[in-house]
């Protein structure tokens, strides 16, 4: 009963600060990948597909509390059913594929229900998403030294655009997305309503601005202010 009580008091307490909160998604991209690394995350992304596939082929009999610990799935090939083994993806992000199967499978329901039609989940030809469930755990940020560590790989890989996250951000959920680019991170922070206002008024004053000499408004600027006066001519351009 005590633990149950720390746990709905911690709740709470989460609720009442994501009030003051806004939620933003900040895209990072991986750098400087050897050939080697490539090759890591498109094995990466190919298990994620066959696990996807290997579970919506059976929903009823696969998709089990337990589902997230398959370690070998069956693919279908030209010559048949092979078996293939899950060696890169981590617990955690089978947990996130099984999750995001359920989530799917809940949305088409509600769309059943509220009398639209819909069929069932397609097969996927290739995965270009895997979540990264739990920071800290399926992934972590190094901020000090521009890095990122991915849960089941052992190299810590640079990126870039970590300058768009303040300090004071909470990280929360990620997501690896695969590009015909290279590869990125999609990360959700949670970031105080007054910091974010403050950093976008400090954007638009540090940013350029077009600027458009017209006949009605002398300057128009491409942020929408207007600025107009008169100039009374001088004798001597009078006599001229």
Not at 51 to 64: G, S, V, W
Not at 153 to 169: C, D, T, Y
Request: glycine content about 4%.
């Amino acid at each position: 009963m005590e633990k149950a009580e720390k746990i709905k008091k911690s709740i709470e307490e989460t609720k009442q600060v994501r009030k003051n909160q806004v939620i933003r998604v900040f895209e990072l991209k991986l750098q400087n990948l050897s050939k080697r690394d490539i090759e890591k995350f498109e094995r990466l992304f190919l298990e994620a597909k066959w696990l996807y596939n290997f579970i919506i082929a059976d929903i009823e009999n696969r998709l089990n509390d337990n589902a997230w610990k398959l370690k070998e799935v069956e693919i279908k090939t030209p010559d048949g059913l092979e078996k293939r083994e899950i060696i890169t993806l981590s617990s955690q992000m089978r947990q996130g594929i099984v999750e995001r199967i359920r989530d799917s499978l809940k949305a088409l329901k509600k769309a059943k229900e509220k009398g639209i039609k819909v069929g069932s989940l397609k097969f996927k030809s290739e995965v270009r998403s895997i979540p990264l469930k739990q920071y800290g755990i399926t992934y972590k940020i190094i901020k000090d030294k521009n890095k990122v560590k991915i849960q089941g790989i052992k190299k810590k890989f640079r990126i870039l655009g970590l300058h768009q996250i303040s300090e004071n951000a909470e990280i929360t959920y990620g997501v690896l997305i695969k590009k015909p680019d290279g590869f990125y991170l999609h990360i959700t922070c949670c970031l105080f309503k007054d910091e974010l206002l403050k950093k976008i008024k400090e954007k638009q004053r540090n940013s350029a601005v077009g600027i458009d000499l017209g006949v009605k408004y002398q300057i128009t600027l491409s942020n929408g202010e207007k600025f107009e006066w008169f100039i009374p001519e001088t004798k001597r351009v009078k006599k001229l």
